[in-house]
Every structure is written in C-alpha cells, then in structure tokens.
C-alpha cells in the first residue's frame, strides 16, 4: 500500500538528442517523473541530421547484435504505435551496394538491372545488402521530434532549454543539476546523453573519454522525387585521383529529399567541407536526370572554384 502513495523518481536527463529523447519517453512511459534540458534544440546536432537508417542484422556477430535486432523491432513496432510513415517518415527499405568510378565516362551505360531506374551513371557491382524486411529509414529530426512531442503529452515530460553546467553529488549521490546562469533542477538520478559533448563534463572525462568524429550530411531536393525509388545506396567511391575508395552513403526520404551521407573525418576546420562538395558533384552525375545541379542548390556557398576558399 505504501509503495502505491511513493511519488515517481524525478529523473533529469541532459540532452535533447535521439538518445536523450528516446530514454526520456521510456523513463516517463514507465512512471519517472522527467525533464529533459537541451542547451539548443530538439535534434539539433546529429540527430537532426543523420541518414536515419536502420538495419536488422548488420552486427550480427559483435557485442551490439541483440541491441541492434531490439532496436530494429522497436522502431516498428513504435511505428505502428505513433503513426511512423505519416508522422516521421518511417519505411521499409531496399539496399544496395555499389561501386563508381570517377575515370569512367559521367554517362556510362547501366551496368546492372538490380540499379534503380534513377542511377544512370558509371556505376557497377551493385549487389543488395538489404531487403524490405531487413532495412529501415526514419526522418531523424522528425522522429526524435515526434517522440518528444508523445512524451510531453502522453507521460508528462518536461523540457527546460538552458545548458547544463554540472551535475551536483552529494555524500555519492546526484542531488541535482546546474544550468547556466544558476537555476537548480532536484533530481534523483540523472541521465547524460550529451553526445560528443559528453566528455565536456569533468565527472565524466576523468571516467572515460568520449570524441565525435565530422560526418558530411548534404540534401538535395530532386525535380522529380516521385520518380525516386525507396533504395538506400552504400557506395564504394574511386576517385580519379587513385587512394582508397570514399564510402558515402545515399538515403531518399518520403518527404521528396536525397541525403548524401559520410566521409568522416577528424574535427578540423570548415575548409575540410571541400571533399564533400567535390563528391556531391560527382555523385550527381550519377543521379542528374532527377534533380536540380548542385552548382545551384549550393549557391549560397557560391561556385566550386569558391568553394576552396571557404
Ligand atoms: C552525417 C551523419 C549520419 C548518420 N547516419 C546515421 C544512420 O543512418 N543511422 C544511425 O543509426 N546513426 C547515424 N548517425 C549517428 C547518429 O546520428 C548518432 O549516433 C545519434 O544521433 C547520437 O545521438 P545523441 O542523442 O547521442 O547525440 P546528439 O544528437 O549529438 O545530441 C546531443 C544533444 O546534447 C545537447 N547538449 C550538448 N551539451 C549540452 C549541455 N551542456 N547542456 C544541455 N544540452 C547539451 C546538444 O545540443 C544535442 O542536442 C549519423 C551521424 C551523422 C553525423
């Protein structure tokens, strides 16, 4: 009887990404009482920009197999549940392997009749990797959005947009947070899902250390999306300057855009952006007849030649 009249734990969880939101919704839905504190906005970092692809069995074999088949099922089951292909763009997915070649002519013929009609360029051993029943997508943003929005309303989670400064422990246990600017949050316990922030903590860094690496994520909008089919490319990019392939990553989306995806590099300046653009510009070659060229769609960051002086 006494347990009944226990209030909920008041969990604070810090950062307003997919990781953050997700525990968010699971905490509340299981009774804590939560707030979420995000220093910017919702699924402003990676979240907002990820290829939101989801594969079942692509770790089979590795410590994260069982996670990674759980989180799969998950995401269909929670798409059934929040209305998923309507509210966050949800679908099942076709997925190939590829590879391109940047030497060969920009108008090859099509090498393979597994390609979708909209990739006409010099490309070749496409091979799948994933089927409907194997592979997924989500709009990231709109996912980590709609969760938010079903935490708030479903299970009472609180949001607070302010920067979270320290966690305080008291005798070995979290009593609080610290925001900027001195407000308080009580807390029973506390979860930390700042991304490559994390480290940023000095509770945490003296523990162990988490970096991010630089991921390019360009968006393209094609003239006629109706015409793009829902396949997932992996490519295996040569380059005509010789080195190791390039291994970009192409995800269409239901709301009519193409992401282009990958080459990680270190965190440096935003002159390294140039790789990215190069590929960009390639890779269209190999999708034109559906799209806007990016010597366009990227005016802002003025032409190619410009480009090296970003
Ligand atoms: C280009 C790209 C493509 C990707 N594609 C995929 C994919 O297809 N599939 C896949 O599964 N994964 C993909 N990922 C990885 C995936 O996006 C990340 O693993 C995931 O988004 C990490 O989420 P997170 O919540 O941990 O971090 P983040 O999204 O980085 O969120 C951390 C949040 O913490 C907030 N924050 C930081 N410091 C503070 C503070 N002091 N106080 C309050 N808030 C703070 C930030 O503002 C941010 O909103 C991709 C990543 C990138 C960059």
Same mark, same amino acid.
């Given at each position: 009887m006494e347990e009944q009249h226990k209030p909920p734990k008041r969990v604070v969880?810090?950062?307003g990404g997919v990781i953050g939101v997700c525990t968010a919704y699971f905490l509340a839905k299981k009774g804590a009482a939560v707030t979420l504190?995000?220093? $910017? $906005?919702?699924?402003?970092?990676?979240?907002?920009?990820?290829?939101?692809?989801?594969?079942?069995?692509?770790?089979?074999?590795?410590? #994260? $197999? !069982?996670?990674?088949?759980? $989180?799969f099922n998950l995401h269909r089951s929670l798409a059934r549940e929040l209305n998923g292909p309507q509210s966050y763009g949800y679908r099942p997915l076709d997925t190939l392997s590829l590879s391109i070649t940047e030497s060969e002519p920009a108008h090859g013929r099509r090498l393979s009749s597994k390609l979708p009609s909209w990739v006409d360029g010099p490309s070749g051993n496409a091979r799948p990797i994933g089927?409907? /029943?194997?592979?997924?997508?989500?709009?990231?943003q709109l996912f980590t959005r709609a969760l938010l929005s079903k935490a708030m309303s479903l299970y009472g989670v609180? +949001?607070?947009?302010?920067?979270?400064?320290?966690?305080?422990? /008291?005798?070995?246990? +979290?009593?609080?947070?610290?925001?900027?600017?001195?407000?308080?949050?009580?807390a029973d316990a506390v979860v930390l899902a700042l991304g490559p922030w994390t480290s940023?903590?000095? #509770? #945490? !860094? !003296?523990?162990?250390? +988490?970096? %991010?690496?630089?991921?390019?994520?360009?968006v393209l909008e094609p003239k006629e999306p109706d015409a793009i089919t829902p396949h997932a490319l992996f490519l295996s990019y040569y380059s005509a300057? %010789?080195?190791?392939?390039?291994?970009?990553? +192409?995800?269409?989306?239901?709301?009519?855009?193409?992401?282009?995806?990958?080459? !990680?590099?270190? #965190?440096c300046g935003?002159?390294?952006v140039q790789p990215a653009l190069d590929f960009a510009l390639w890779t269209w070659k190999v999708v034109r007849p559906f799209g806007t060229p990016p010597s366009e769609r990227i005016a802002t960051l003025g032409s190619p030649r410009a480009w090296s002086r970003v």
């Open positions: 969880v810090c950062g504190i995000e220093k $910017s $906005s919702i699924a402003c970092a990676a979240s907002g920009k990820a290829g939101g692809f989801l594969a079942l069995d692509w770790c089979d074999g590795g410590p #994260l $197999s !069982s996670l990674a088949r759980a $989180s089927t409907t /029943e194997t592979t997924a997508q989500v709009h990231p609180e +949001v607070v947009i302010g920067k979270l400064e320290r966690v305080e422990v /008291e005798e070995g246990r +979290v009593r609080a947070v610290a925001l900027e600017g001195r407000e308080v949050v009580e940023k903590l000095s #509770l #945490l !860094s !003296s523990l162990f250390r +988490v970096y %991010g690496l630089k991921a390019h994520s360009i300057q %010789g080195g190791k392939p390039l291994d970009p990553e +192409v995800y269409p989306r239901p709301t009519g855009v193409i992401t282009y995806q990958g080459i !990680s590099l270190p #965190l935003v002159r390294e």
